[in-house]
């Protein structure tokens, strides 16, 4: 299971914790809401939180948004 203390969003300082938060505060539900929105800014300074992940590990902010919508996080 997904440390919800990971930074996802390393440019923003956004750990999964904070981003999911961000998602269900906001009802934010698709990637396109995610990347748009000004309240709680992430993936908007490099790619890698939306692609491969920071690390290429795979986590990354459609991933966290998966975990969201099936209440996993």
Known sequence: MLDV???ICVCNSLTAKDIAEC????NLRSLKEMLQNQI???GDKCEACRDEGYHNDGLNLPLILSLVKTKQI
């Not at 998602?23 to 906001?26: L, Q, T």
């Open 40 to 42: 709680c800014p992430m």
């Open 5 to 7: 203390n990971t930074e």
């Open 23 to 26: 998602i269900k505060e906001n």
